[in-house]
């Protein structure tokens, strides 16, 4: 009977993600903090395990961009039917906020001036048996330009992209987003 490597992958990849929580909190203040359990099926935990393994991040690095009125901007996730933050996957050799700005160019095409971080999530995902965690790093981003947002996914994941005062019923962590703004906006 072969052995099974995925507890052994969970553990390097926590041992990732330890570091990149560590390196984030030395080099950013005041950055709001939260955790969040998934459980995923098997082979979506080996995906996951991977990223995390590879980058610390398993959903990557994302923006919350916004305007002096108060607006957040939002893409919409075809790949999971939710309002979302711009933001994705960490390239090789790419920092967070590298590949923050990349997904923001990407999928909304407005300028913007990063202010810091503004959150991380520390995610501990499991599956059966197996857990792990990583982190998502959510970079602050002030609108230098009113023009509307101009999608160039090249994945063709992100359908729309809005700026929304009321954010709508449908966005991912919607609670942790108000909380961010009702601290840092208010």
Do not use: K
Not at 129 to 134: I, L, V
């Amino acid at each position: 009977m072969p052995i099974d490597d995925t507890w052994f992958l969970a553990q390097r990849a926590e041992q990732t993600a330890e570091r990149a929580y560590h390196r984030i909190s030395d080099t950013h203040d005041d950055f709001v903090e939260f955790s969040r359990t998934r459980h995923v099926g098997r082979n979506r935990f080996r995906t996951l395990a991977e990223r995390i393994e590879e980058t610390g991040a398993p959903f990557g690095a994302h923006t919350i961009v916004y305007r002096p009125s108060g607006e957040l901007l939002l893409v919409r996730h075809d790949g999971v039917d939710l309002w979302v933050l711009p933001g994705g996957g960490v390239e090789t050799d790419e920092t967070y906020r590298e590949a923050a700005e990349r997904e923001l160019d990407e999928e909304a095409g407005v300028d913007a001036d990063y202010c810091g971080l503004a959150m991380v999530t520390r995610i501990t995902v499991r599956s059966g048996p197996y857990e792990t965690r990583g982190v998502l790093p959510v970079f602050a981003a002030d609108a230098t330009d009113c023009t509307e947002p101009e999608i160039s996914d090249p994945d063709d994941e992100i359908s729309a992209a809005q700026w929304f005062h009321d954010l709508p019923d449908d966005t991912r962590d919607r609670d942790d987003l108000e909380q961010w703004r009702n601290r840092v906006l208010a």
